[in-house]
């Protein structure tokens, strides 16, 4: 006697239910928030964008190494005895900008609506997370000048 396997024909297969992701920011606006909040502030805000992005474990390693070494540049700039503040400032903030800048090079392959500038429905407002690493990172920065300069 030979054994027929039954197969339901009332419920459609279906994929297994999968979490969305929510939608990345626009690389450009990373920018404002190297500007104003620093190395750290950026880098913080690249890592969680990596993650809606789905970047790979390798590219979010170069997006903390670019953070890690731009924040030891920092550190430098800052104990050598050389460079005034006024001056700290500005490379501080080119600095950041350079830091910026890698950190995107490492999410655009990743990111569906990478055009200069693009807007909508595939990208997410970044105001409130922002506004926070600006508010965390730039007293930070002004924590690390007051405090290893002297």
């Not at 939608?23 to 606006?29: E, F, G, M, V």
């Not at 670019?66 to 005034?84: F, K, N, P, Q, T």
């Not at 409130?128 to 690390?144: E, H, S, T």
């Amino acid at each position: 006697m030979e054994v027929v396997p039954v197969v339901s024909t009332d419920v459609p297969s279906q994929p297994p239910m999968v979490a969305e992701r929510p939608r990345p920011w626009r690389l450009q606006s990373q920018g404002y928030v190297a500007v104003l909040g620093g190395v750290a502030a950026v880098t913080v805000i690249a890592l969680m964008n990596a993650a809606r992005l789905d970047v790979p474990k390798r590219g979010r390693v170069l997006i903390v190494g670019a953070g890690l070494l731009g924040l030891i540049v920092d550190v430098v700039m800052i104990w050598d005895a050389r460079v005034s503040s006024d001056a700290y400032t500005v490379l501080s903030v080119l600095l950041a900008l350079v830091v910026h800048i890698a950190q995107v090079g490492v999410q655009r392959p990743h990111d569906r609506g990478a055009l200069l500038l693009s807007r909508g429905k595939d990208h997410a407002p970044m105001w409130l997370a922002g506004a926070v690493a600006i508010l965390v990172g730039g007293p930070l920065r002004y924590f690390m000048l007051t405090t290893l300069g002297g």
